[in-house]
């Protein structure tokens, strides 16, 4: 094994994927790879990282693509190679070369999984492949005109016999072909395999292993994660777009409304992708979740040990003031947080003082990796929010060292006799913390939505509805409500706001 080069690196990433070794350990995932992938000098890496993931306990079945080596054949007959709407139009030539290329690309997986040598990442593994006629098909048919002849579609998935495989600890090889009860055979697109599988065995997991990294924005940067109604409205947008992505990206979604919980698209060409996808936080991918992978959350007394984690380094440093465990479970009904993945990534806290109409808002917290995503700014919107629903009209912070985070977003220095009597009581003097109070102020959405519910209300509660313009700093009316301020919602700012 080469020498560790960043010790601290490689002992805090281990220790990270540790709930995923856990979470993964007895479940079902699907891995699709096409047959590019297969023709890579790299592949014998993928396979390695395949028998780790066999010898953690996650039980696995493969879907191998086959798409070059039948078009080598093709060539090499002088036979034509025809293809409409990005599918093959399988005549006999081309069945042949079909059977003959999954025959030829599972035996070198086979050979690839058996291999147990010194020195290598399998060394000492012993892994059983089994294969089959597990998959039936009935042919796609006559379309638009065109026959597709044994090009066909996946009809049935023998989810008994896979799950005896897999309880003999087998690793299930299944290649793009599929049997008839009449004993055609058809060929089938290694992605519509793969998704079919998943969704009939009910697996964990649908890994893609394809030639992109993934799916990009409009503005061309990596989409991390999909909700299944984002990938639907995805595809509803590029309903025009073909290529093998969206195919992907319309298998990952079948299979997930179809019970999966997770699919993953990711690139074959990152060494390690599949290692990298699954056991850290982030990924390196697109992943499309049928649960919530992420959201904001009241905090619970189970979420104690993961505040305290995010915090404890803050309060070192001073930043935050210190809590005690016994104080957080005793004040948890105060906290909101940003979970991802079930890791606490940030946090917030409200403490009102309803006498005087204000609120703290404390304990505002991001974790270092996700610092500059709008976390803090999204949580501060969230308890503001809260606050005004609570009456509440003005929230204050103490803070020492990020008094321009909150100078930014409209909070002026106030003095500490200001505060509500209670909390001057509980002012520490020797931590010199300033003081920073802002006036509750919905934010743009909820006053675009107050706006609009308010168009038909009389005058009088029509002014009532303008709202603070959320440009401080660019705004000459920002802050207490101003007479002749206008709410302009569809530009989201106030009538004398300029820009
Ligand atoms: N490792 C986790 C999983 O396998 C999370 C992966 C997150 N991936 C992403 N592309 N956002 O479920």
Partial sequence: MPEIQNPRQFVSWFRHSSPYINAFRGRVFV?????????????????????????????LILVHGG????????????????????????????????????????????????MGLANSPMAGARIRVASGNLVTARPLGIHDGVDYKHTGVVRKIDVQAIQQRLDDNAIVLLSPIGYSPTGEVFNLSAAEVASSTAAA?????????VEAPGLRDSRKRLIRQLTIAEAESLLARKRKASGDLYTHLQHALNACRRGVRRAHIISRRTGGAVLLELFSRDGIGTMVTSDTYEGRQQATIDDVGGILALIEPLENKGILVKRSRELLEAEIDHFTLVKRDGAVIACAALYPFPQERAAELACLAVDPDY????????????VERKALQQGIHRLFVLTTQTLHWFQERGFRVTEARQLPVKRQVLYNYQRKSKVWSNRCRPSPMSVATTQNALLTAPPSTRRAAT??????????LTG?????????????????CPG
């Fill in 480 to 496: 207490p409500a101003h007479p002749r301020r206008r709410w302009r919602s569809q530009l989201r700012r106030c009538c004398r």
């Fill in 201 to 209: 065995v009910k697996a964990e997991k649908l890994v893609s292993l």
């Fill in 31 to 59: 891995i699709s790879f096409d047959g590019e992938a297969v023709m890579d000098e790299g592949f014998a890496d993928l396979i390695h990282d395949i028998a780790l993931l066999h010898s953690l306990g996650i039980r």
């Fill in 371 to 382: 610092w500059g995503s709008g976390y803090a700014q999204s949580l501060l919107e969230h």
């Fill in 67 to 114: 798409r070059p080596q039948i078009e080598q054949r093709l060539r090499e007959r002088g036979a034509t190679i025809e293809y409409r709407n990005g599918l093959r139009i399988t005549d006999e030539a081309a069945i042949e070369c079909v059977k003959e290329a999954a025959g030829a690309v599972r035996v070198q997986i086979e050979a690839l999984l058996s």
């Fill in 467 to 476: 709202g603070s313009c959320p440009r401080p700093g660019v705004c000459p």
